[in-house]
């Protein structure tokens, strides 16, 4: 039995942890803003923030490449911060990929928020609950079936990307070397027992987080508002 380096997959899931705490944190107070919100501006930040699942990710990262570069404004102060650059290091792979995965909790999340309705937060309003306590106890409950589905994809999609983190991470085994990466190279050496190993690696992850989304959405009915 062919047994793979598990240092790509290992690094893989921490990118994708960590980008999925980021989008979290980022991505449910934007979701709820394009649920609730009534201006006009909705659309193209809808737009906007749909733009990586329509765009090649080679377009992507290389966008991505000139704004991490020093010779940028958020790259030269990232370089005058820490002393390192945001190209070519995990800490880009983070960003770039919060971003292109950015669809895949927002979308979700939008959607269940706007299935919740209006009409638990105006009771909770009555109840002199605050707008942030309502947000927390009333409407991110309801709307856990989202957050999961959210969370769940954006993880996987992070897992299984290959463009944009070629673009801005290359190929830095221990720090830019994601299984996508990984699998990519040991193609071009024709090392096609590992290429398996790893390939087989991730469809199997695939089909199980696809599996467990739809088993949970079948299981968890959002209540309407």
Known sequence: ?????????????????VTTALLLLVGTPLAWWLATTRTRARPF?????ALPLVLPPTVLGFYFLILFSPGSVLGGLWRDSTGTT???SFSGLVLASALYSLPFMVQPL????????RGPMEAAATLRAGRLDAFFN??????RRGVLTGAVLSFAHTIGEFGVVLMVGGNIPGQTRVISIAIYEQVEVLDYAQAHALSAILLVFSFTTLLL????NRRAPVRMG
């Open 1 to 17: 039995m062919i047994w793979p380096d598990l240092a790509p997959i290992w690094l893989s899931m921490k990118l994708a942890a």
């Open 45 to 49: 930040v809808e737009a906007f923030t």
């Open 86 to 88: 945001l190209a070519f």
């Open 110 to 117: 939008q959607s269940a928020f706007e299935a919740v309705g």
């Open 138 to 143: 009333v409407a991110l409950p309801l709307a």
């Open 213 to 216: 989304v739809y088993t949970l």
